[in-house]
């Protein structure tokens, strides 16, 4: 498992759902049985994995693309110019696009960079269309609450750093949520925070200075 590469201890966690996991279910029951099919793949640092297991192909061609999944930005290396270049033709198509990180910004080793939901952003203003998996749609809460069964959503909580997507996806899933000060907002205060949650109508249930076990 990825996150146990990354030195996370499996013992953990019970179990894990991802927006990745997600889009692969439905690209894997649209391929099913009619043979194998050609995938415009953004991910980061030549990361194949979205596709492991399902009967595509990984292109950089947008002409010969039957599909474009948005996995990951490599926003700190190239800028809107070089994802525009590659998507254009895509759009032009009509091809169908799949967005499984909606996160706008992300933090690198040198600071914020624009993140894949940027890029999906992109890809519509170009005029094509996007399918968002992850938070804050409501596809992935479907999919959580399916395993989490009769646990009642008074005692589901939703932590992340994101208003625009951890606190804003909770609030419209009906659950709590908790905003670390760490990560993409660490630098605001607090009446930028204030006019975050205005802005997105979702304020977060507590506050915590960061998250750890």
């Known amino acids: 498992m990825r996150l146990a590469k990354l030195g996370f201890n ?53 002409d010969s693309a039957d599909i474009v999944l948005i996995a990951a930005s490599e926003g700190d290396r190239y800028d809107l110019c070089h994802y525009q270049r590659l998507l254009q033709p895509a759009a032009e198509r009509g ?24 890029i999906a952003d992109l890809y519509e203003e170009l005029g094509g269309a996007v399918t968002w998996i992850g938070k804050p749609f409501p596809d992935i809460y479907d999919q959580a609450k399916i395993f989490l069964g009769a646990i009642p959503p008074a005692r589901i909580c939703a932590i992340g750093d994101s208003v625009e997507h951890d606190i804003a996806g909770a609030r419209m899933a009906g659950i ?18 204030a006019a975050l949650f205005a802005h997105h109508a979702a304020e977060p249930d507590f506050i915590l200075p960061d998250f750890r076990l």
């Open 95 to 118: 091809l169908r696009c799949l967005c499984t990180n909606p996160d706008k910004v992300m933090l690198t080793a040198d600071g914020k960079a624009f993140g894949a939901g940027r």
């Open 176 to 193: 709590a949520s908790i905003l670390v000060e760490t990560g993409i907002h660490a630098e605001a205060t607090a009446e930028e925070r």
């Open 10 to 62: 499996e013992a953990d966690w019970d179990w894990f759902l991802t927006s990745g996991e997600t889009a692969w279910r439905m690209m894997a029951a649209e391929t099913q049985g009619g043979g194998r099919k050609r995938c415009l793949l953004i991910s980061r640092d030549g990361d194949t994995s979205p596709l492991d297991g399902l009967d595509y192909d990984r292109t950089d061609d947008a």
